[in-house]
Structures are given as structure tokens and as C-alpha cells.
């Protein structure tokens, strides 16, 4: 525990921070888990509008330096992919 005055601020901020940070992060996996169903599902209509959430989502998670860009980046890219080989598909 920190003896300090501002230790215990920012241990505070610290606290708050990462628990809009988990938020946020639970959020873009929630995300991704609806989209990895709807591409399963071969559901390609519902598949591009969760992915369009999801890449909104993504990169509102790097401004916000939640998620490092390189990530979300890699991310969208592979999502991108699979809905296009969806829709390659039909």
C-alpha cells in the first residue's frame, strides 16, 4: 500500500483506469465472439454489420491507446478476410 499522498491518487487513477480499460477490452471481444458466430453461422449479412461495430470498436480502443495499433490492425485485417471469404462464398 503506498504511504505517499499522491502513491495513493495514483493508485486510484490506476484502479479506475484499468477497469474502463477491461471494459472496453471485454466489449471488442464481445464483439468478435458475435461475429466468429455469425460467420460460422455463414450468416453474411449479420457477419458485415457486427464487423463494421466491431472495426468502429477496434479503433476507438487504439485512440483511446487501449489496444496497440499494430494489434487492432492485425485484427481488422483478419476479419476483413474471413468476410470477404464469406461472401466469396455465395
Known sequence: MP???SA?????Q???RTARNA???????FLRRSV????EATDTKKAQ??????????DKAA??????????SRLKSRLVLKIN??????
Open 85 to 90: 471469404a464469406l461472401t466469396a462464398k455465395k
Open 49 to 58: 454489420e457486427v464487423a463494421k461495430e466491431l472495426i468502429k470498436a477496434l
Open 14 to 16: 490506476t484502479k479506475k
Open 8 to 12: 495513493m491518487k495514483a493508485l486510484r
Open 3 to 5: 504511504i505517499k499522498k
Open 36 to 39: 466468429r458466430k455469425a460467420i
Open 63 to 72: 485512440q483511446n491507446k487501449v489496444l496497440k495499433q499494430n494489434t487492432v
Open 23 to 29: 471494459k472496453v477490452k471485454e466489449g471488442v471481444e
